[in-house]
């Protein structure tokens, strides 16, 4: 069986041949056309290009002939008018109408595309405001109950679908182009110093949207979006597609399942994905953001090297020939070209502390120098493996141990399952940095919730005014709440 991704597209054939030149005003008029007129005759077709340069001589003769051309390569249809007819010549001259098919529709849609925005298609852009748009589409779609009508949550869906396109479209089409040859060329540009700063900031306020969005969604699809909630979805919004009406081939239930499925699969493996493609932006920026700022480092080397230094070598002769004295140049000599006939001098490292000689009172020791002829290497010593076995087990109790000494230290300031910021005890090191790191957790979740790297689940409290907050080095203000423990109950999971 041939694959849909093997075979030809004849219905492009009609874009590189000897007469596209004909055949693309044809299709054109066409599309144009199409949703006012569905159907057009071969005299309408004619007397429309019968406007442009080129076609002085074009007959009906050669605008049929086009169009059986056209309708061999599927572009059009053909239908026999069953009307009208005045005389039995008139029938028999067997007058048609033509219709465009729905790849053709497309695929002139698509060229027109390319027409309109050549100077800047593809470029794409890295539109924050997409990730704000998506994750409240979530958010619509998580609040489907069995009150709500299926043309409400298909096009939910949709939106949420469309949201995704557009985000993983732009961003993917952005990024090629600034990663293009041509887009570097012009950071090796003098023009391309001025819009450093603006295009840096640009990918640098992406950047830090992308950072605060990806806990988000990662919390809303991995522990919102359930199977058994999202199979119940899926199948709500299949059966509606199903239910409306189309002429042609009636898809089924399970293929339209499995193409939600897979559309719902790109996006979660877009943000969720063990190498998801969000952290493979924020990745690329990162180099990208390197690449634009070594390259201005190089632009600027080269223009420095390339300056002319006349004028600053004649202020520096001004100086000097200003001076009265020969002392004082020699003494500005030293400054701006270096002492003559200096003497480097090393010795290895001697331990003096609570002595009272002097340098010059120390014993001479013997410095071995080394070869310093090209690809010279000094001779390894041959030394077994040492077996550090013992240390090792040494050190993976001593890091036991201080995980649990944190834990207890930890566990010490829950009192009454709770952990109140505005009473806590003068905090350690370890202390604090579990509290913050459990607040940042609590407050960047879209439930309030955090879990200790010990398994607890908190609940985040607000309270109104700030937090004081006193450590073995200082004062911390955090926001003022209360951090609740949430028990499990029987049988819970």
């Known amino acids: 069986m041939e694959s849909i991704y093997t075979k030809k597209v004849v219905e492009m054939n009609y874009l590189s041949t000897d007469y596209t030149h004909r055949?693309?005003?044809?299709?054109?008029?066409?599309?144009?056309?199409?949703?006012?007129?569905?159907?057009?005759?071969?005299?309408?077709?004619?007397?429309?290009?019968?406007?442009?340069?080129?076609?002085?001589?074009?007959?009906?003769?050669?605008?049929?002939?086009?169009?059986?051309?056209?309708?061999g390569w599927k572009n059009i249809t053909s239908r026999q008018e069953a009307n009208d007819y005045y005389s039995i010549e008139e029938f028999k001259a067997k007058r048609f109408k033509y219709q465009a098919t729905h790849y053709t529709i497309q695929i002139e849609r698509f060229v027109e595309t390319l027409e309109k925005n050549q100077a800047d298609f593809g470029g794409g852009s890295l539109d924050k405001n997409l990730f704000d748009r998506l994750l409240e589409a979530l958010e619509t779609l998580y609040a489907f109950n069995k009150y709500t009508l299926p043309e409400e949550l298909y096009r939910r869906w949709e939106d949420v679908m469309e949201f995704f396109k557009r985000l993983d479209r732009k961003?993917?089409?952005?990024?090629?182009?600034?990663?293009?040859?041509?887009?570097?060329?012009?950071?090796?540009?003098?023009?391309?110093?001025?819009?450093?700063?603006?295009?840096?900031d640009y990918l640098k306020d992406f950047v830090q949207v992308l950072q605060k969005k990806i806990p988000l969604f990662q919390v809303i699809l991995l522990e919102k979006f359930h199977r058994e909630w999202l199979d119940e979805i899926i199948i709500c919004v299949a059966e509606y597609q199903l239910s409306i009406f189309r002429f042609g081939e009636k898809l089924s239930l399970e293929d339209t399942k499995k193409r939600l499925k897979e559309e719902w699969n790109s996006l979660f493996m877009w943000f969720c994905g063990e190498d998801n493609e969000a952290r493979n932006i924020l990745v690329q920026t990162g180099e990208i953001i390197r690449k634009i700022l070594r390259f201005a480092s190089r632009l600027l080397e080269s223009k420095q090297t390339l300056r002319s230094r006349k004028q600053e070598f004649l202020e520096l002769a001004k100086h000097f020939y200003e001076l009265t004295a020969e002392e004082d140049a020699h003494k500005l000599a030293s400054i701006v070209i270096g002492v003559p006939h200096t003497m480097h001098m090393s010795c290895e490292p001697y331990d003096t502390s609570g002595r009272v000689e002097s340098?010059?009172?120390?014993?001479?020791?013997?410095?071995?120098?080394?070869?310093?002829?090209?690809?010279?290497?000094?001779?390894?010593?041959?030394?077994?493996?040492?077996?550090?076995?013992?240390?090792?087990?040494?050190?993976?109790?001593?890091?036991?141990?201080?995980?649990?000494?944190?834990?207890?230290n930890f566990l010490i300031l829950i009192q009454q399952n709770q952990i109140k910021l505005d009473t806590l005890p003068i905090l350690d090191k370890s202390q604090r940095s579990k509290v913050l790191e459990l607040l940042n957790r609590c407050m960047n979740s879209l439930d309030n919730r955090g879990k200790t790297e010990w398994g607890q689940t908190f609940l985040w409290i607000p309270l109104p005014g700030k937090a004081r907050i006193s450590c073995l080095d200082g004062q911390l203000v955090a926001p003022n709440g209360v951090l609740v423990l949430q028990t499990k109950k029987k049988g819970e999971a």
Request: hydrophobic share 30%; proline share 3%; aromatic share 12%.
């Open 171 to 200: 961003t993917s089409d952005y990024l090629a182009h600034i990663s293009s040859f041509q887009a570097e060329d012009e950071m090796l540009s003098e023009a391309f110093l001025v819009r450093q700063k603006d295009f840096i």
């Open 359 to 408: 340098l010059w009172e120390c014993e001479e020791e013997p410095l071995e120098l080394r070869s310093r002829r090209p690809g010279f290497r000094t001779k390894g010593k041959i030394c077994a493996i040492a077996n550090n076995r013992a240390k090792q087990k040494e050190l993976l109790e001593d890091y036991i141990k201080e995980q649990e000494r944190q834990k207890q």
């Open 23 to 71: 055949y693309r005003p044809i299709l054109r008029f066409f599309y144009e056309q199409h949703g006012y007129r569905p159907y057009l005759r071969a005299e309408d077709i004619l007397q429309h290009l019968k406007q442009y340069t080129g076609f002085e001589t074009y007959t009906i003769h050669d605008v049929k002939k086009d169009l059986e051309v056209l309708e």
